[in-house]
């Protein structure tokens, strides 16, 4: 990313100001059936300034990053602040100061791979998975890698710098029987640059031999039945509860909507053994997938606890409903790209485990089913809630069946959290989706497996 | 403002770097938005933004990169970077641009937005709803402008230019009394010109008048197998998933399409005929350019149940040695039918009003399933009551087969326009 001192612009705002230097980085490669279908760089720069007039949001954004671009910026937004308050009936300031800072670079230590090399290695694992797996009747693979590299003023604080790299491969295998089709898919990967997460295709061999074998059994599988069910949601699952079905209606913008959130504060929302913490950047002992330190409001970044041994504790918020809802923001202010404003989104969601195992939890279901992979997931201002699911095998008297073809999940997140009964001792993060609410970012979402009831569709 | 000279200066810059064949595309996008959230005119926000896609072949295989910072410096730079990645990729016979010469430019809609008419639209859009529609809230609204230009230029002597710019409205709501609250829907149009009230456009009014009536809702009695009618809002998810599993490059190159042999057979019912027409002159949007570099068309996807077409690239086609389609789909227009939507409904013994789908994505065979959001149950020809937590499961080619009625009149969102379609034998449960 272009260096520019953004200090020197701190004389040209006038009232609350955010002014934010962004460059995304990424690099896709696909190959579908052997084929190179795709081998892209992409870079996307500029620089954003947001101001607040009497409660009235003014933004701007340009990719020109010279210093008349950057004046040019701050006034476009000052102009488009001043239009709307000068029409707003109430006024509402953000009187209350906050000074986040620091310098956080995930980057890796490692000497970095030229694309030649990026290519070769997917060029590598595709010749694998067609040599080995001759039952496949297609195979698709994509890699994106993504470098985030923000730099922030607001007037009220000192420049904060963040360079976030992720990095995940895709796996799309898909087979046929009688005319019918079959598919899965997988991601590998995470947190940090392409060295940092891959070394040898070889790694990945069982993993894919995993994922082809769930395959194999998905061929053979049965559809669901659909109805109320028992089930046990794997970590991806419970992961995607947590952030989708709850999360969603407890971000303060919802809630300032109408969503069904609004009168649970310090209320029953969950089972006793249920609780939910959206993480800033640190889990576990662990570096999250989604590390944020300092948000795009210029927030230092807090854990939020959201729901505390089964009772919902905390809303999550930007600057402007901290400030309505008279709490304390905790860094939810986040944007994708330089043309895009802070928005509340949840950063690293998960459900803590607890004290079962994985096994016991399986035994304990007369008739049900085990539920693993999502494919998306959609929530509602009801908490309301519906998963796609890719792979999932029914459970007969304690003990793994058939597997099923694909089906989707539904239920009212607070009945179904009510309904936890059981939650394992272990915890997974999965973080290779993208949240969408009017703009994309990566968020991570973790999860022990939990024993529950859900709707599935299916015949 | 670059010009078809400085695109031809980028294609001479990655020929001496080594491209076979080059081409070049120049977008370049300013947006006008104006913004409410939960009731009130938040934020006016405008963003500029400019993207060069430098795509080069060289010994047959291909790299691109995408920049948005455009010197001369940056542009030498990607230049030698794009042949570089095109060195690093497998060559695959299927690569190529456009075929030229060929030369044209093309403009529709408003130079600039008119932003105190839209301000005092969205002003009295939010009046009139909190009057006529007191229970709900517009938990998001973003009225757009957008004005783009593209270029696209290639070492077959091709230079297209699109000026293309339109409004954009959208909005999610809900109805809220007390502490109840309805399912959340949104609904969204386009258009050329500010000549109406928002209120008026598109499916709009209905939509929030039925949000009213969705903060008691009921759980259907049973599991059973009836009808569903799809609302014109919620079709056009139908169409994109049908359309996108079987006639688009990556099903039909990795050989997963359902109706990879079916060109010119019966896919669907025969009272169902689907249009693209992107480049209607009163098609808010659309498209006069493909992104491979073809001057676009309309197109009839579907003629009486008959598929007419893939929707396929210039990539597509050579990979899969079928017809390039010239027609990418998008701007939908399904031919009406003869009933009226009342008419329609008394038909159902036992079904649903679908008016949003929450659902995972189809598989390769088409099967679906998913939330009928924002629905309601009828039974005996008669609408009944909202729904709760019903789930409808299906199959995607059933769902295109089995249609029982098309209505007379269709929603037009600026870009599609859509009937009410009722369909049979769809799986329909609920929670208990």
Redesign the interface.
């Known amino acids: 990313m ?1 260096e520019i001192n953004l200090k020197k612009y701190k004389k040209h705002f006038k009232g609350y100001t955010e002014l934010r230097l962004q460059e995304n980085k990424q690099v896709n490669i696909s ?3 052997g ?12 620089v ?1 300034a947001r101001v607040n007039q009497n409660g ?10 010279s210093r008349n671009d950057v004046k040019n910026i701050i006034n ?1 937004a000052q102009k ?2 001043s ?2 308050a000068r ?2 009936k109430t006024k509402k300031e953000l009187n209350k100061k906050y000074n986040g800072r620091g310098d956080w670079d995930y980057s890796t230590a490692k000497p970095r791979l ?3 090399e ?2 070769q290695f997917m ?1 590598k694992l595709d010749n694998h998975i067609e040599q080995k797996y001759t039952k496949l ?2 195979r ?1 693979l994509f890699l994106n890698t993504l470098d985030m590299e923000k730099r922030l003023l607001t007037s009220e604080s000192q420049v904060s710098y963040s360079l976030f790299p992720r990095s995940f491969i895709y796996v799309k295998l ?1 087979t046929e029987k009688n005319g ?4 899965i898919t997988d991601s590998f990967g995470g947190l940090g640059h392409f060295e940092d997460n891959f070394s040898e295709p070889a790694d990945l061999y069982s993993e894919i031999n995993e994922l082809y074998n769930h395959l194999m059994k998905k061929r053979e599988g049965v559809y669901a039945e ?3 069910c028992e089930c046990i949601l794997d970590s991806e699952l419970a992961g995607i509860l947590a952030h989708e079905a709850f999360g969603h209606t407890v971000e303060a ?2 809630v ?5 959130a ?2 649970y504060m310090n209320k029953k929302v969950a089972a006793p053994a249920v609780s939910m913490i959206d993480y800033a950047n640190k889990a576990f002992g662990e570096t999250c997938p989604v590390p944020v330190h300092v948000d795009d409001e210029g927030i230092q970044a807090r854990d939020t606890v959201i729901i505390e041994d089964g009772i919902l504790k905390s809303y999550m918020h930007n600057r402007e409903t901290a400030r309505e809802f008279d709490a304390e923001p905790t860094g939810h202010g986040r944007a994708f790209s330089f ?1 895009d ?1 802070p928005l509340i989104r949840m950063r690293n969601t998960a459900i803590l485990p607890g004290e079962h195992t994985l096994s016991e939890m399986i035994s304990s279901i007369e008739d049900g089913y085990y539920l693993i992979r999502p ?2 997931g ?1 929530a ?3 908490s ?1 809630f ?5 792979l999932g095998y029914k459970i007969k008297n304690g003990k793994l069946g058939r597997a099923i ?4 999940i ?3 997140a607070v009945d179904v959290l009510q309904s936890v009964s059981m939650i394992s001792d272990d915890i997974t993060w999965i973080s290779s989706g993208m949240c969408g609410k ?1 703009q994309s970012i990566p968020v991570g979402l973790g999860g022990p497996a939990v024993k529950c009831r859900v ?5 | 403002m670059q010009n078809s000279n400085d695109l031809k200066s980028y294609l001479e810059l990655l020929s001496k770097a080594g491209a076979d064949k080059a081409q070049c595309t120049l977008n370049k996008r300013r ?1 006008f938005e104006i913004n409410v ?3 009130e ?11 060069l896609n430098l795509n080069v072949i060289r010994n047959q ?10 010197t001369d410096s940056a542009v030498k730079k990607a230049a030698r ?1 794009a042949v ?9 016979e ?1 690569h190529d641009i456009s075929p030229g010469p060929l030369n044209k430019k093309f403009e529709k809609g408003p130079d600039r937005e008119d ?1 105190n008419k839209m ?1 005092e639209l969205l ?1 009295e859009f939010l009046h009139q709803v909190q009057q006529k529609y007191p229970l709900i ?4 609204v ?1 009225f757009r402008f957008y004005n783009n230009n593209r270029q696209l230029s290639n070492t077959n002597n091709v230079y297209l230019s699109e000026q293309k710019s339109f409004y954009t409205f959208s909005t999610m709501f ?1 109805a ?1 009394k007390g ?1 109840q ?4 829907n949104h609904t969204r149009f386009s258009s050329l010109n500010l000549q109406e009230g928002l209120l008026k456009k598109g499916s709009i009014a209905q939509l929030l008048a039925q949000s009213e009536k969705q903060i008691k809702t009921k759980s259907i009695p049973e ?1 059973f197998t009836g009808d569903i009618i799809i609302t014109p809002d919620c079709l056009s998810d139908f169409i994109n998933m049908y359309i996108n599993i079987s006639l688009r490059d ?1 099903p039909l ?4 399409s ?1 109706f990879a042999d079916q060109l010119e057979q019966k896919a669907a019912d025969s009272k169902f005929t689907l249009y693209s027409r992107p480049v209607d002159p009163d098609t808010a949007g659309g498209y006069f350019i493909t992104g491979d570099g073809f001057l676009s068309e309309n197109a009839v996807i579907f003629k009486n149940g008959v598929l007419k077409r893939f929707l396929l690239s210039q ?1 597509g086609a050579n ?1 899969t040695g079928r017809e390039m389609s010239n027609n990418r789909g998008g701007a939908y227009v399904v031919e009406p039918g003869e009933m009226t939507r009342n008419k329609i409904i008394k038909t159902v013994d036992r079904g649903l009003l679908v008016a949003r789908f ?4 189809p ?3 088409g ?1 679906f ?3 009928a ?1 924002n629905s309601f149950y009828i039974e005996k020809g008669q609408i009944k009551y909202p729904v709760a ?1 019903t ?3 299906g199959n995607l080619k059933n769902i295109f087969n089995n249609i029982g009625a098309i209505s007379n009149k269709r929603i037009n969102f600026g870009d599609d326009i859509l009937p009410w379609i009722l369909t049979t034998g769809i ?1 329909i ?4």
């Open positions: 272009k190959f579908v059936n084929s190179n279908k795709n081998n892209i760089q992409d870079s996307s720069a500029g954003s009235a949001w003014g933004f701007a954004s340009t990719p020109g990053t476009e488009n602040a239009f709307l029409r707003k030229s694309q030649k990026l290519v060029q009747k297609s698709s898909s019918e089709k079959f598919e659909a109805g109320s913008d919802l300032k909507s109408g969503s069904v609004e009168t043309s404003e494919s998306n959609q509602d201002s009801t309301e519906m998963f796609g699911i890719i073809r694909d089906t989707t539904s239920g009212v009017k709707n599935l569709g299916g015949r | 947006l959230e939960s009731d005119i938040s934020l006016l926000r405008t963003t500029y933004n400019q993207e295989a291909r790299g691109n990169i995408n920049i948005n910072q455009i970077q570089r990645i095109a060195e690093s990729s497998q060559p695959d299927a932003r301000y002003a809230n517009l938990e998001q973003n809900m809220k502490d609250t309805s399912s959340f599991k990556n190159i990795e050989g997963t359902m990539y990979k929450s659902g995972g994505s598989n390769q065979n099967d399933s998913g939330i959001k937590e789930m409808i499961s799986t449960s609920g929670g208990n």
